[in-house]
């Protein structure tokens, strides 16, 4: 039998003959499965409980966004992004929107800028909220998703003010926004930044120094910083990992140079620290958000853009920061009111390549501990 | 005639139970009792289990059926019996059917010596505990072919792992169990018991609840105890074998319908059966509480009007909750049932207060509401913690319980002869 440390991946070939050796158990995990958030297939080999290899099986919720684009104006386009990460829907809406306005040369005004940073901050909130509600949830506590499901509705609630939707949202429109923030929004984000801080406090008490919270999750899923470079992963698992990399401040986009905020990193790149950077990153959200709100300039909420878009042929690649890492959009031009090929570099997707190397030689407990901290979102990762 | 009717009432004069008096009569009366009223218990559990978990976690639960979801557990009894028995076509049928009458059968033996009062049990032995032990260990054996008969993957993970960690926690529970039989042997004929009526009474005569003997060796014994019985009956933070987001849900997941239900039923009864231990080992049994500070047949009065008193409070909340029900014509038959169910138990209440009722309820109500207690700690376990991964458990059984217990057990032994030791020490030194 081939050792298993040097197999790249579970070969299914092998399957055969390894599942008569009794050492060996071949376990299919999902696509329904609780805790494969979604439909997430992960074919196990293990041994007793530990695992020995797995590979992740991908698509089952796969609807084709990349090739629906070239049929669509980059306007009609719009609302199919927000459907990719439904839970982070206005991070990817402001992600398409800045890189065709990159093609087309423009900029969105100061004020919509404002209220896009403030949107998203919130989004990355709520995605946080969401992550951290089924992580604890996959390793057992089952209290925190509700208390992260009351919170979040209150960021919901403001989406739904804002533009009439809470989940995919549409919120930005290419040159800036379509609607004017309605009467009283500064004062509802004041208002859920004092309600939301307390919260997170209390999240923090039920897990931070919870001792079996810290032993399943301490010296789980280790990642180091190389391995998490040389595979691509972005996003907080990175920044657990000890590299300081975050695009709102290593490639600022909308106008994040403008705000003062921290980027937490942790150093051992386990589950624990992943935990710890995400809380850190929902405090210094509402830094952020804070700022703007305090900021946000009067003028214009929308560039001049023509009514038919032709971008100049040409390619763009724009990246933004995203709840789950960096979210890309490669788009080519021909000239013509459909993109030639879009292209999404979507988090989700890249980060679950290191899925496989941070499950090696743990328990089948731990790799649904890593599955959770790794924030992936199967609509993102099929597309 | 007259000699059964004389055979039925020889027992009321006795001060036995009927199992010890060979009174079979009564014995099947005292079986149908404890039956029906676990039954009830489990039912109760499984609403009271629903409800509180959800006020933990800011929701209200089951709110639909009946007032308040009271007929809720009655409405999920129905279902599961009402639903298809599917057996897997890979299934071992025959073992997969046992499985589960193993598993239950274990969980309701054991009420044959748990003792809800001096003579409220359905028999006395003199190897109670020993019994007890025994009995619920046999439950392992239906979790183990449940998961094998199923011929499925995550049903013999979650076997193996309920076999391994009951298996591991049964040893550290026998050694806290151990060190509070040693205390019963802590009076002047030096003579232990591990009959479960005689644990209590050993308690009685020492005036102290073992839970607070050779302080603080008895405290250490109980939470050793009250860490693996948790582990034992297999519930959050040591509910691997059925860990939901890992293994779907372990040794059962292949079982649906009323063999389901077994399996639940079974889990119910087992943590009320590990409950009924601890509180008849360290917390006194059928005894009320304070019985030195607040003694007296005073405060016997005042202690023995707590049931009635419970029974009350429970119907005045029946009461508020009714007049706080919406007014609307359709929620007339829950309002009108919900008050009916008040009067129901404000009856209750008032008989208890009657004399002869009051003394014989006493002992069984505090028994309950010592098991009540646990069983609201088991709730608030889940509703708290993270669960533990395998290892780590394994790690807390044999590494942290095992030791910790092999070291109270020691120790509870030489300060229990500690004049005996002295005495040896002095003469030797003679």
Same mark, same amino acid.
């Given at each position: 039998m081939t050792d298993p440390k040097t197999l790249s991946s579970f070969d299914l070939d092998t399957a055969e003959k390894t599942y008569l050796d009794a050492n060996e158990l071949v376990i299919n995990m999902g /696509? =329904?499965?609780?805790? *494969?958030?979604?439909v997430l297939r992960v074919i196990l080999r293990l041994d007793g409980e530990k695992v020995l290899g797995l590979e992740c099986v991908i698509?089952?919720?796969?609807?084709?966004v990349e090739k629906i684009a070239e049929n669509r104006t980059y306007t009609m386009f719009n609302?199919?992004?927000?459907? +990719?990460?439904y839970v982070a829907a206005v991070s990817n809406g402001l992600g398409y929107c800045e890189a065709v306005e990159k093609l087309l040369s423009v900029e969105a005004p100061p004020r919509a800028q404002y209220i896009r940073v403030i949107l998203t901050e919130l989004n990355r909130i709520a995605s946080h909220q969401l992550w951290l509600g089924t992580h604890a949830l996959d390793i057992g506590a089952i209290t925190p998703l509700f208390y992260t499901f009351r919170d979040r509705e209150e960021i919901l609630k403001i989406f739904e003010k804002y533009?009439?939707?809470?989940? *995919? *949202?549409?919120?930005?429109? &290419? $040159? !800036?926004?379509?609607?004017?923030?309605?009467? !009283?929004f500064e004062e509802d984000v004041r208002k859920f930044c004092k309600f939301v801080k307390p919260k997170i406090d209390e999240y923090e008490e039920l897990l931070t120094t919870n001792r079996i919270w810290l032993e399943r999750t301490k010296g789980v899923g280790v990642i180091s910083g190389k391995d998490c470079i040389a595979l691509g992963v972005t996003g907080p698992v990175l920044r657990a990992s $000890?590299?300081?990399?975050?695009i709102r401040k290593?490639?600022?986009?909308?106008?994040?140079?403008n705000f003062d905020f921290e980027i937490p990193t942790g150093q051992n790149g386990d589950t624990y620290d992943r935990y710890i950077v995400r809380m850190i990153e929902m405090r210094q959200s509402l830094r952020i958000i804070e700022q703007a709100v305090a900021g946000i300039p009067e003028g214009p &909420? +929308?560039?001049?853009? /023509?009514?038919v878009m032709k971008p100049p042929v040409g390619e763009v690649y724009h990246s933004i920061e995203a709840p789950k890492g960096e979210l890309g959009y490669f788009i080519v031009s021909d000239?013509? *009111? =459909? /993109?030639?090929r879009v292209r999404v570099r979507p988090p989700s997707f890249v980060n679950l390549q290191a899925l496989d190397l941070m499950c090696r030689d743990q328990l089948v407990a731990d790799v649904i501990a890593v599955i959770g901290t790794l924030d992936i979102v199967l609509g993102e990762v099929d597309r | 005639m007259h000699s059964i009717v004389e055979y039925i009432t020889s027992y009321l004069q006795s001060n036995q139970t009927p199992g010890a008096a060979g009174n079979f009569a009564w014995a099947t009366i005292y079986i149908l009792l404890v039956f029906v009223g676990l039954s009830i218990a489990v039912i109760c559990m499984n609403w009271l289990e629903r409800k509180i978990l959800a006020h933990m976690q800011v929701r209200l639960g089951p709110?639909?059926?009946?007032?308040?979801?009271?007929?809720q557990p009655i409405a999920d009894a129905l279902k599961l019996l009402l639903k298809e028995d599917i057996i897997p076509a890979e299934a071992d049928a025959t073992v997969f059917w046992i499985a589960p009458f193993i598993v239950v059968l274990a969980a309701f033996t054991?009420?044959?010596?748990? @003792?809800?009062?001096? #003579?409220? %049990?359905i028999t006395d032995m003199n190897i109670g505990i020993l019994f007890m032990l025994g009995v619920s260990s046999l439950a392992v054996l239906g979790i183990v072919t449940a998961g094998w008969a199923s011929n499925s993957h995550y049903p013999l993970i979650g076997a193996l792992r309920s076999s391994a960690q009951m298996v591991s926690y049964e040893v550290a529970m026998g050694l806290a169990v151990v060190s509070a039989i040693m205390m019963t042997s802590a009076n002047a004929e030096g003579t232990g018991t591990l009959s479960m009526i005689g644990i209590v009474q050993a308690q009685l005569e020492q005036h102290e609840w073992f839970l607070f003997k050779y302080f603080p060796l008895g405290i250490v014994a109980f939470a050793i105890f009250a860490i693996a019985m948790v582990a034992e009956t297999n519930? %959050? @933070?040591?509910d691997l074998p059925e860990a939901e987001s890992e293994l #779907? %849900?372990?040794?059962?997941?292949e079982y649906s319908g009323f063999r389901w239900s077994l399996f639940f039923l079974a889990e119910y009864s087992a943590m009320i059966a590990v409950s009924s231990i601890a509180v008849t080992l360290?917390?006194?049994?059928?005894l009320r509480p304070f019985p030195n500070a607040l003694s007296g047949p005073t405060w016997d009065l005042v202690f023995s009007l707590f049931p009635g008193l419970t029974f009350l409070f429970l119907a005045a909340l029946c009461f508020y909750s009714t007049a706080r029900m @919406?007014?609307? @014509?359709?929620?007339r038959i829950q309002t009108m049932g919900l008050a009916g169910f008040g009067v129901v138990l404000a009856l209750i209440g008032l008989i208890l207060f009657w004399g002869p009722a009051r003394t014989r309820i006493e002992d069984i109500y505090w028994f309950s509401a010592k098991v009540a207690g646990f069983m609201y700690l088991y709730i608030w376990y889940r509703g708290t913690f993270p669960r533990y991964r395998f290892d780590q458990l394994m790690k807390v059984g044999w590494k942290v319980l095992l030791p910790t217990g092999l070291a109270l057990l020691i120790l509870t032994a030489i300060v229990g002869m500690r004049t005996e030791i002295l005495s040896m020490f002095q003469e030797g030194l003679r």
């Open positions: /696509p =329904q499965h609780p805790a *494969t958030h979604g698509g089952y919720l796969h609807r084709g609302p199919y992004v927000d459907r +990719m990460d533009c009439g939707a809470r989940l *995919t *949202t549409h919120a930005f429109r &290419i $040159g !800036g926004l379509q609607y004017e923030a309605y009467d !009283g $000890g590299v300081k990399w975050d290593a490639l600022p986009y909308a106008n994040y140079k &909420i +929308m560039a001049k853009v /023509p009514k000239g013509s *009111t =459909q /993109p030639y | 709110m639909r059926v009946g007032p308040h979801g009271l007929l054991v009420f044959v010596v748990v @003792p809800f009062g001096p #003579t409220h %049990a519930r %959050a @933070p040591f #779907t %849900a372990g040794f059962h997941t360290w917390m006194g049994g059928w @919406p007014k609307h @014509p359709l929620f």
